[in-house]
T-cell receptor
Framework: NAGVTQTPKFQVLKTGQSMTLQCAQDMNHEYMSWYRQDPGMGLRLIHYSVGAGITDQGEVPNGYNVSRSTTEDFPLRLLSAAPSQTSVYFCASSYSGGGVEAFFGQGTRLTVV | AQRVTQPEKLLSVFKGAPVELKCNYS??????LFWYVQYSRQRLQLLLRHISRESIKGFTADLNKGETSFHLKKPFAQEEDSAMYYCALSPQGGSEKLVFGKGTKLTVNP
């Protein structure tokens, strides 16, 4: 199993550009989530999904869109990149149920100039 | 509101010394609590969870509902324990909406 795979690993964008961060998992997990990690801030939830066709906002959703058309994929779209979106982005997936382990991707380091 | 507080941003100990990473939480219900670890150049991974009451790599953590704490302890630190440690709370039981603390960077010196 590849686990949770994120692409790309690194990206530099200009302010105003749009892009999609890809996330795929091959563990048949129902739940998938996107977090951003900023220095001194820990991980903060952007959006999450509890199944195909179902998404919801997390703590910091502004400027980001998501969709979940399949169980395996959960792309994160930046509509118009801003310097404040410079961060490391992590995708995670897990089974449903209490106390279960979340599996994380290796992260995407995004710089917006 | 749910909140996880890790009061120490940095923690430095010598090899063989005991280590305790503090975690306090704020949540009105019965939370699920976890410790995740991120070693250098590796992805974030689960270290342990309170529901399992297990010991992983010599680490233990006990949920104290009275003090709303979930401190991580190890009696004898090893150099390979150097990493970033995150305490996390699952407000609804599932792990789709984890609330993380800001993390503690542990350095174990030789």
């Amino acid at each position: 199993n590849a686990g949770v795979t994120q692409t790309p690993k690194f990206q530099v964008l200009k302010t105003g550009q749009s892009m999609t961060l890809q996330c795929a998992q091959d563990m048949n997990h129902e739940y998938m989530s996107w977090y951003r990690q900023d220095p001194g801030m820990g991980l903060r939830l952007i959006h999450y999904s509890v199944g195909a066709g179902i998404t919801d906002q997390g703590e910091v959703p502004n400027g980001y869109n998501v969709s979940r058309s399949t169980t395996e994929d959960f792309p994160l779209r930046l509509l118009s990149a801003a310097p404040s979106q410079t961060s490391v982005y992590f995708c995670a997936s897990s089974y449903s149920g209490g106390g279960v382990e979340a599996f994380f991707g290796q992260g995407t380091r995004l710089t917006v100039v | 509101a749910q909140r996880v507080t890790q009061p120490e941003k940095l923690l430095s100990v010598f090899k063989g010394a005991p280590v305790e990473l503090k975690c306090n939480y704020s949540y009105s219900g019965s939370p699920e609590l976890f410790w995740y670890v991120q070693y250098s150049r590796q992805r974030l991974q689960l270290l342990l969870r309170h529901i399992s009451r297990e010991s992983i790599k010599g680490f233990t953590a006990d949920l104290n509902k009275g003090e709303t704490s979930f401190h991580l302890k190890k009696p004898f630190a090893q150099e390979e324990d150097s990493a970033m440690y995150y305490c996390a709370l699952s407000p609804q039981g599932g792990s789709e909406k984890l609330v993380f603390g800001k993390g503690t960077k542990l350095t174990v010196n030789p």
